[in-house]
């Protein structure tokens, strides 16, 4: 029936979107609180999904999803080392140099994985599908959904009820203030930088069976995390949620709907939004 | 007298170079000629963007765009209307200027940072057309069967034919340079506000400079659908715009002929030397990487004092 | 009359920083703007600009209404404006920066070609001779002596020959030797242009020495307007300095 396979695009649109807002959600912490766009977040993200794929095949997905974030994760450290003398400088300088660090990843990447596709079979348990009403509901959807919805959750637990979450929350509302209170603001930094890159490498990990994982799609994710941050508000993480999920759904409603011009949604809303509300839809306007 | 020598200086440096480039051209292999045309073509495209960069102070950072334009328009006007060469160039050429003219006003309507990322939006949105519509642009294979001028078709004579359109540009580009616009435009870059308190409109100002930097990058696309008889994607991808924006850094966007060395450096490395090493893209990240820490004003540098008594009176 | 604000108001939400401000300035007026921190003349000067904008009254120039114009139009019809710290083009030459801002004077903003490297020689020269900063011609900006980048700004500002010349705090962090210099520079260039001044300015020997009038502004408001004489030995204003609360 055409409406089961509506909820079926359904989920894989909520669920993509889901991940997609991991990603954002670090880019928006990152950039409220540091004031820096890390441009290189789509490199990370398959930096992610290739390290899922090295260890699956020694150890599994489960491993995978706990050890391969952490390793994006310090490299993210090593890469805020080399930004720190960017702060307060241009957007441009910004773009530069995660590129810069973009590509030296995508070829060290291209280096240690070869330059062709690769794909994981996903977990036996996972890749079967769930029949309802009778059609088949693919069950690793399911699973990236609540596993992003895990962590989102406890992003906002982190975030509201950790002692490190009020720092963060802290430097975002006042910077220079956290600086007087006598914390090192450079390793808290750090720590936020590392944060951010940790959700796209987890991002990356979820995503690696079902995506043909290639060193050069990290521009692609780019994009789409460029798109979703403008429309929801680079420094709203409720933006980027709703943008990323609206997104998410958009391209899977519409590539089963539409013929090939609802690819262009998502920039034609970035313009729009940029035009009529230039802080995003759920950003504060800057006076 | 001293500023008659200078202004002569520079002409007699730009005929040594396009002698230079002349000769080179018959004493080089095709494979190198071909890639000097590529060159000459990319500083084109490096200089038309350094004058937002480097002289304005602006961040166009999807500028790949108005190569695009050129390229595609260009090669579409060709193949798919049937048109010859010439009114195909014109009419790449004017599709080009409306372009830059309607995106230019929406891009400058807000701050600095909504014009960065307007011009990243249109970017996205225009590789996206050219990547899906395909049907009308071919999509990720372009198009192929774009013709050169017809005396001009094998490899060396098209190198002198882009030699003579990219140095044309040039001397052009040079006398804007020379122009009082020029010197508000740097008055842009370094204080826009008390650029405004002289009584200049901004936003005007800004659109003219982007038209005309529009312009330059459609030329250069136009040569490039010639050079590579064909359109692609890749002319229109934000990848395009970022090694455009590297160039500048590179070569230095302080100085008019930075961004063209810069051109030079970013094409051979990634052209010559991924034949030799394989991880181009990575060296390519390391000198970028490189540049913005250590040396903001690329190879060319920035303008330094004058006067060796300032040293002392350095103002906090 | 050559300014003239009605009612002037700017609020930062709830905080009034300039309130119902009425002022009357004479063409030729020296008219200086005097007041403790904080008392809303910077804003003011920023309202009369429209570099804020005003939440409520209106400023005339010369007659015609000016109140939402964009500061650029506002700034072409003859108003200069020199601020607390100077807004200089900083690398750019001393030369180029006052060139800059005859090109704009004198038309030349589109001219896209030019066969002469340095284009209004002559007129860059006159300002920069009568600024005294001739020799620092060649010099970046940057790197001029604090002194000398006032100097500058206000080249620059003259370079313009607007009618209303605003000043904010001109003397700021010189020596007082140097502070009388530039004041007896503006008011030689002022009256060789027959300029009208407002200047805001906290040492109050400059003012008492090269004002026509004062102006005495408290928590936003006007309180006082008067010559030299009559704001000495006004019981309010030596209140307000003597830091004693004005109910």
Redesign the interface.
């Not at chain 3, 964009?70 to 139009?73: G, N, R, V």
């Not at chain 3, 807004?87 to 030459?93: D, E, P």
């Not at chain 3, 030349?108 to 030019?114: A, D, L, R």
């Given at each position: 029936m055409e409406l089961i396979g509506l909820f079926r695009q359904l989920l894989i649109g909520i669920s993509s979107g889901m991940v997609i807002f991991l990603m954002a959600a670090g880019v928006s912490l990152v950039f409220s609180g540091m004031n820096i766009i890390n441009f290189g977040q789509g490199a990370f993200f398959i930096l992610g999904a290739f390290l899922c794929f090295s260890i699956v095949n020694v150890l599994n997905l489960w491993w995978a999803l706990i050890l391969a974030p952490l390793v994006v994760a310090i490299l993210g450290g090593l890469t805020e080392f080399l930004l720190r003398p960017l702060y307060g400088k241009s957007i441009l300088y910004q773009l530069l140099l995660t590129m810069g660090v973009a590509f030296v990843m995508v070829d060290g990447m291209q280096a240690i994985w070869g330059k062709s596709i690769r794909t994981i079979p996903g977990p036996a348990f996972l890749s079967s599908t769930l029949p309802f009403l009778g059609l088949d509901f693919p069950t690793y959807y399911i699973f990236i959904l609540i596993i992003s919805g895990l962590v989102a959750l406890g992003l906002w637990l982190m975030f509201e009820k950790t002692k490190l979450g009020m720092l963060f929350r802290a430097i975002i509302s006042d910077r220079e203030m956290v600086g007087n209170l006598g914390i090192n603001v450079a390793l808290l930094f750090n720590v936020m930088f590392m944060f951010g890159v940790w959700l796209s490498g987890m991002a990356g990990v979820l995503m690696a069976p079902i995506i043909g994982i290639d060193a050069q799609m990290a521009l692609q994710v780019l994009f789409t995390l460029i798109v979703v941050l403008v429309i929801g508000g680079l420094k709203s993480m409720r933006g980027a949620f709703f943008a990323a999920v609206i997104l998410g759904i958009t391209n899977a409603l519409g590539s089963m709907l539409l013929p090939w011009f609802y690819t262009l949604i998502p920039a034609t809303l970035m313009i729009i939004v940029l035009l009529i509300k230039p802080e995003g839809l759920f950003g504060k306007p800057e006076e | 007298m001293l500023q008659a020598l200078a202004r002569n200086k520079s002409i007699g440096f730009g005929v040594i170079v396009v002698i230079v480039l002349s000769v080179l051209a018959l004493v080089l292999p095709t494979y190198w000629t071909q890639l000097l045309t590529r060159v000459l073509i990319m500083a084109l495209f490096a200089t038309s963007l350094n004058f937002q960069v480097g002289y304005a102070g602006m961040f166009p950072l999807g500028h790949s765009m108005f190569l695009g334009l050129g390229v595609y328009s260009f090669g579409l006007l060709f193949t798919k209307g049937d048109l010859a060469l010439t009114p195909a160039f014109g009419g790449a050429l004017l599709i080009s200027i409306m372009a830059s003219g309607i995106i230019g006003y929406l891009c400058l309507r807000g701050d600095s940072m909504t014009f960065a990322l307007l011009h990243l939006g249109f970017n996205i949105l225009l590789y996206t057309i050219v990547n899906k519509w395909i049907s009308f642009t071919g999509g990720n294979a372009g198009i192929v069967g774009i013709s050169r001028p017809g005396l001009f078709s094998d490899t060396q004579s098209f190198y002198y034919f882009v030699l003579a359109a990219v140095s044309i540009c040039y001397i052009l580009m040079r006398i804007l340079i020379n122009s009082p616009f020029a010197k508000v435009t740097q008055g842009l870059r370094e204080n826009e506000e008390r650029l405004r308190f002289l009584g200049i409109n901004i936003r005007r100002f800004q659109l003219v400079i982007f038209i005309i930097s529009g312009l330059f990058a459609a030329v250069a696309g136009i040569l490039l659908a010639m050079l590579d008889k064909g359109v692609f994607p890749t002319d229109i991808s934000l990848t395009k715009s970022a090694e455009g924006l590297m160039m500048c850094l590179i070569g230095g966007m302080f100085s008019f002929l930075g961004p063209s060395l810069g051109a030079a450096i970013v094409v051979i490395i990634s052209t010559v030397t991924s034949t030799y090493i394989n991880q181009w893209q990575g060296l390519l990240g390391i000198i970028i990487i490189a540049c913005v820490i250590g040396f903001r004003g690329g190879i060319l540098g920035r303008r330094k004092s004058k006067l060796r008594l300032s040293k002392e009176r350095v103002h906090q | 009359m050559i300014l003239r604000t009605i009612d002037l108001v700017k609020d930062f939400g709830s905080l009034r920083a300039v309130d119902n401000v009425s002022l009357d300035i004479e063409g030729g007026e020296v008219r200086a703007i005097i007041g403790p921190n904080g008392a809303g003349k910077s804003t003011l000067l920023d309202l009369i600009?429209n570099r804020s904008h005003p939440t409520s009254g209106s400023v005339y120039f010369r007659g015609k209404e000016i109140t939402n114009l964009?500061?650029?139009?506002i700034?072409?019809k003859g108003i200069?404006?020199c601020f607390q710290i100077s807004?200089?083009?900083?690398?750019?030459?001393t030369f180029?920066n006052v060139?800059?801002?005859c090109?704009?004077?004198w038309g030349?903003?589109?001219?896209?070609?030019?066969f002469?490297?340095?284009?209004?020689d002559h007129e860059v020269t006159k300002v920069l001779d009568s600024i005294g900063l001739n020799e620092m011609a060649?010099?970046?900006a940057?790197?001029?002596?604090?002194g000398d980048?006032r100097r500058l700004e206000i080249g620059?500002?003259l370079a313009?020959m607007p009618t209303l010349l605003l000043l904010d705090e001109p003397t700021a962090g010189v020596s007082r030797g140097e502070g009388n210099d530039l004041m007896r520079l503006i008011k030689k260039l002022a009256a060789e242009q027959a300029l009208t001044i407002i200047f805001i300015e906290h040492d109050m020997d400059m003012v008492f020495n090269y004002a026509d009038k004062i102006s005495v502004m408290h928590q936003g408001r006007v309180i006082a307007t008067g010559i030299p004489d009559e704001i000495r030995n006004n019981s309010l204003v030596q209140n307000i300095y003597l830091g004693e609360k004005i109910s």
């Open positions: - | - | 600009t964009p500061p650029f139009t700034a072409s200069g404006r807004k200089l083009f900083l690398g750019l030459t180029e060139q800059i801002a090109i704009s004077k030349k903003v589109y001219h896209m070609y030019s002469k490297n340095n284009v209004l060649d010099e970046l940057g790197y001029l002596s604090y980048q620059i500002t313009m």
